[in-house]
């Protein structure tokens, strides 16, 4: 399954951005999807993961207190609302999918797409 991953762009810090994620040619369904972000010359970090209609499963320490993942199944849409950004929150975004249970591992997720670049710089 592809997932698609939006909403990035060029943001001052202190502003906000909305990431959706969404399935190309299925429901969300059993899906827990998965935010992981990527900066240049950095590892790959797990940010936040949620499934079905459950709590998020967790989020990465840096991000806790100003992202949000949230899920409209009606929309058939994840979304990573992300206030407060800060120039290290800048990478490229992207969403990862697995049949119901979350993960921190990038492996475990089988179901993947392009990223969305966020830029925060003043």
């Known amino acids: 399954v592809q997932l698609q991953a939006s909403g990035g762009g060029l943001v001052q810090p202190g502003d906000s951005l909305r990431l959706s994620c969404a399935p190309s040619?299925?429901?969300?369904?059993?899906?827990?999807i998965a935010w992981f972000r990527q900066a240049p010359g950095k590892g790959r970090q797990a940010v936040s993961c949620?499934?079905?209609?459950?709590?998020?499963?967790y989020y990465l320490d840096s991000v806790k207190g100003r992202f949000t993942i949230s899920r409209d199944n009606a929309k058939n849409t994840v979304y990573l609302q992300m206030d407060s950004l800060k120039p290290e929150d800048t990478a490229v975004y992207y969403c990862?999918?697995?049949?119901?249970?979350?993960?921190?591992?990038?492996?475990?997720?089988?179901?993947r797409g392009q990223g969305t670049q966020v830029t925060v710089s003043s």
């Open positions: 990862v999918g697995r049949p119901f249970l979350c993960s921190s591992s990038w492996t475990a997720f089988n179901s």
């Open positions: 949620k499934h079905s209609s459950a709590d998020p499963i």
């Open positions: 040619g299925r429901a969300l369904g059993n899906l827990a």
